[in-house]
C-alpha cells in the first residue's frame, strides 16, 4: 500500500484538477492513437504515470482492452475510477494509487506505456527498460515525450518553455534516431498540436481562477496568482512556438533490448 502522504506537488493537483488529460493529447488524439496500435478485445495495457485514467478508460470503452494505471497523484487516482465508473468500464480497468518507478506487471501486456511521465526512471532509455520487463513477445511500448518543433536559439528561450537547458529535448529526427540507438523499432507515432498545447495549458489558467476565487487566503494563492498573471504571455512566446509533444509506439528488436 502507497504511504498516505504520497503525491504529487500541490500546485499540480490544483492548476489541472479539471483536466481529464494532463498532457498537450485531445481526445481525438487517443482515439486515433488506440486505432493505430490496432488494439483488439482482451488485450492488456499498462499505463505508468496515468493521470486521471482517460487513456485507459476511453480505451477500455472503445476497444475492450483491459489495463492497469499506475499513478502517485491521490487526486488524479480518484477521478480515473469515477471515469471508469462513468464510462461503465470499472469491471476492466483498475487504478493504483503508487509510484509508478520500478512497477512491474504482475502478468506481461501487450502494450506497455509511459505517455509523459519518463522521469520515473531516469528519462527515455530508463523508462523503456522498465515498461520492457512488463511487455510479452511481440508487444508494444508507448512513450510520450515532448521534442523542440524548432531548436531553440538560446538556453533562456528553452527556459521560457520550462526546460533547464536546450539539451533536454531533442527535435524529431534526432529523438526517433534515439529510438534506433536503443535498439527498438519505431512502428507508429501520433503527434500533438497547437490546438492540444492550448487546451493542455490554457485550460489551467480558467481552473486556476477559480481556485484563487474560492481560496482568496491558502498559502498557495500568491504563486498561483503569479503564474495567471503571467503564464499566458510565457506559453504563447515560448512553449506555443518551439515544443511539441508526441506518442511513439515502440517494439524492441531480438537480442537488442528489453
Same mark, same amino acid.
Given at each position: 500500500?502507497?504511504? !498516505?502522504?504520497?503525491?504529487?506537488?500541490?500546485?499540480?493537483?490544483?492548476?489541472?484538477?479539471?483536466?481529464?488529460?494532463?498532457? !498537450?493529447?485531445?481526445?481525438?488524439?487517443?482515439?486515433?492513437?488506440?486505432?493505430?496500435?490496432?488494439?483488439?478485445?482482451?488485450?492488456?495495457?499498462?499505463?505508468?504515470?496515468?493521470?486521471?485514467?482517460?487513456?485507459?478508460?476511453?480505451?477500455a470503452?472503445?476497444?475492450?482492452?483491459?489495463?492497469?494505471?499506475?499513478?502517485?497523484?491521490?487526486?488524479?487516482?480518484?477521478?480515473a475510477?469515477?471515469?471508469?465508473?462513468?464510462?461503465?468500464?470499472?469491471?476492466?480497468?483498475?487504478?493504483?494509487?503508487?509510484?509508478?518507478?520500478?512497477?512491474?506487471?504482475?502478468?506481461?501486456?501487450?502494450?506497455?506505456?509511459?505517455?509523459?511521465a519518463?522521469?520515473i526512471?531516469?528519462?527515455?532509455?530508463?523508462?523503456?527498460?522498465?515498461?520492457? &520487463?512488463?511487455? &510479452?513477445?511481440?508487444?508494444?511500448?508507448?512513450?510520450?515525450?515532448?521534442?523542440?518543433?524548432?531548436?531553440?536559439?538560446?538556453?533562456?528561450?528553452?527556459?521560457?518553455?520550462?526546460?533547464?537547458?536546450?539539451?533536454?529535448?531533442?527535435?524529431? !529526427?534526432?529523438?526517433?534516431?534515439?529510438?534506433?540507438?536503443?535498439?527498438?523499432?519505431?512502428?507508429?507515432?501520433?503527434?500533438?498540436?497547437?490546438?492540444?498545447?492550448?487546451?493542455?495549458?490554457?485550460?489551467?489558467?480558467?481552473?486556476t481562477? &477559480?481556485?484563487?476565487?474560492?481560496?482568496?487566503?491558502?498559502?498557495l494563492?500568491?504563486?498561483?496568482?503569479?503564474?495567471?498573471?503571467?503564464?499566458?504571455?510565457?506559453?504563447?512566446?515560448?512553449?506555443?512556438?518551439?515544443?511539441?509533444?508526441?506518442?511513439?509506439?515502440?517494439?524492441?528488436?531480438?537480442?537488442?533490448?528489453?
Open positions: 500500500m502507497p504511504s !498516505p502522504d504520497l503525491d504529487i506537488p500541490r500546485i499540480f493537483n490544483v492548476m489541472e484538477s479539471a483536466h481529464r488529460i494532463h498532457n !498537450p493529447f485531445t481526445p481525438d488524439k487517443f482515439a486515433t492513437l488506440g486505432a493505430a496500435l490496432r488494439l483488439q478485445p482482451g488485450m492488456r495495457v499498462l499505463d505508468l504515470g496515468c493521470g486521471s485514467g482517460e487513456m485507459l478508460c476511453t480505451w470503452r472503445a476497444h475492450g482492452i483491459t489495463g492497469t494505471g499506475v499513478d502517485m497523484s491521490r487526486l488524479f487516482s480518484a477521478q475510477r469515477q471515469r471508469a465508473e462513468e464510462l461503465g468500464v470499472a469491471d476492466r480497468v483498475r487504478f493504483i494509487h503508487a509510484d509508478a518507478a520500478g512497477h512491474v506487471a504482475e502478468e506481461k501486456v501487450d502494450v506497455a506505456a509511459c505517455v509523459g519518463t522521469w526512471a531516469g528519462g527515455i532509455a530508463g523508462t523503456a527498460e522498465l515498461l520492457a &520487463r512488463s511487455l &510479452r513477445p511481440g508487444g508494444i511500448l508507448l512513450i510520450g515525450e515532448p521534442y523542440w518543433r524548432q531548436l531553440p536559439p538560446s538556453e533562456a528561450v528553452a527556459q521560457g518553455c520550462l526546460a533547464h537547458a536546450v539539451a533536454d529535448f531533442l527535435v524529431l !529526427p534526432e529523438l526517433l534516431a534515439s529510438f534506433d540507438r536503443l535498439g527498438y523499432d519505431v512502428v507508429e507515432m501520433v503527434l500533438a498540436d497547437q490546438d492540444g498545447w492550448d487546451r493542455y495549458e490554457a485550460a489551467k489558467w480558467l481552473t481562477r &477559480r481556485w484563487l476565487e474560492a481560496h482568496p487566503d491558502d498559502e494563492a500568491p504563486e498561483l496568482r503569479a503564474k495567471l498573471a503571467t503564464e499566458p504571455v510565457r506559453y504563447a512566446t515560448y512553449t506555443r512556438e518551439y515544443l511539441g509533444w508526441g506518442v511513439f509506439a515502440l517494439m524492441p528488436r531480438p537480442g537488442a533490448a528489453g
